[in-house]
């Protein structure tokens, strides 16, 4: 179970490379929403189940994960859209905001990988 676990998180961390890709002037990834990248599906899906299995700590990480999720979507969406104007000042706000909440969610999606390795 915690190696599906770290896909997700992996999932996570290509994401945020495709969009500093793109910040970055060497990619075109406009984003998506919350509910439609891989880290977004799992945990409308096959996500909370999976949490379950590994006991209620677990699920108790798991349904944390939602609204930083939301809000690091929300985030990088406004980094692009503010980048794309030629707004960098303000684009650098939402991309701080993006950092911390990946960082956020990278936290929750170990800690989920250790609750599942503790509970083998």
Excluded at 33 to 54: I, N, R, T
Aim: proline share 2%.
């Amino acid at each position: 179970m915690g190696a599906f676990f770290l896909l997700r998180l992996n999932d996570h961390i290509q994401y945020l490379n495709r969009i500093k890709a793109t910040l970055n002037g060497t990619g075109d990834f406009r984003g998506s929403g919350h509910h439609d990248c891989k880290l977004g599906k799992w945990m409308d899906s096959a996500g909370p189940a999976e949490a379950s299995e590994v006991g209620p700590a677990a699920k108790a990480v798991f349904d944390s994960l939602a609204e930083p999720h939301r809000q690091f979507h929300e985030a990088s969406a406004k980094a692009l859209e503010l980048s794309l104007a030629g707004n960098a000042g303000a684009a650098e706000t939402e991309v701080t905001a993006m950092h911390t909440l990946s960082a956020l969610l990278v936290d929750r999606l170990l800690e989920l990988d250790r609750l599942s390795a503790a509970a083998k």
